[in-house]
Nanobody, 124 residues
Framework: QVQLQESGPGLVKPSQTLSLTCTVS??????????WSWIRQPPGKGLEWIGY???????TYSPSFKSRTSISRDTFKNQFTLQMSSVTPEDTAVYYC????????????????WGQGTQVTVSS
């Protein structure tokens, strides 16, 4: 059974870069059938799909995040990482990593396999 676990700092200062890592067990991030994804949920708001990486290492980003977001991976550690630059308090959210099929991308937590989420607060 696949498991995903997010890790990273819970507090980031404005204008700095947010960096989170997702550690995967029970599957390989080289599995070509899935999107290895980052999603967030700001307080009181719905899910925001940030982007994903696939087995080849290529990445796709939501237009809302493309200019300041990078997703990379370490196949030896079976991890993928989110970096988001120039953060503001509006980037405060619970951040999730997930393994989802292409058909399930964007459909919500009931589809695919998700980490438990990690709270990130942007504040000085």
């Amino acid at each position: 059974q696949v498991q995903l676990q997010e890790s990273g700092p819970g507090l980031v200062k404005p204008s700095q870069t947010l960096s989170l890592t997702c550690t995967v067990s029970g599957d390989s991030i080289r599995n070509k059938y899935y999107y290895w994804s980052w999603i967030r949920q700001p307080p009181g708001k719905g899910l925001e799909w940030i982007g994903y990486t696939v087995y080849s290492g290529s990445t796709t980003y939501s237009p809302s995040f493309k200019s300041r977001t990078s997703i990379s991976r370490d196949t030896f550690k079976n991890q993928f990482t989110l970096q988001m630059s120039s953060v503001t308090p509006e980037d405060t959210a619970v951040y999730y990593c997930a393994r989802v099929s292409p058909d399930d991308y964007g459909l919500g937590k009931l589809r695919g396999s998700w980490g438990q989420g990690t709270q990130v607060t942007v504040s000085s």
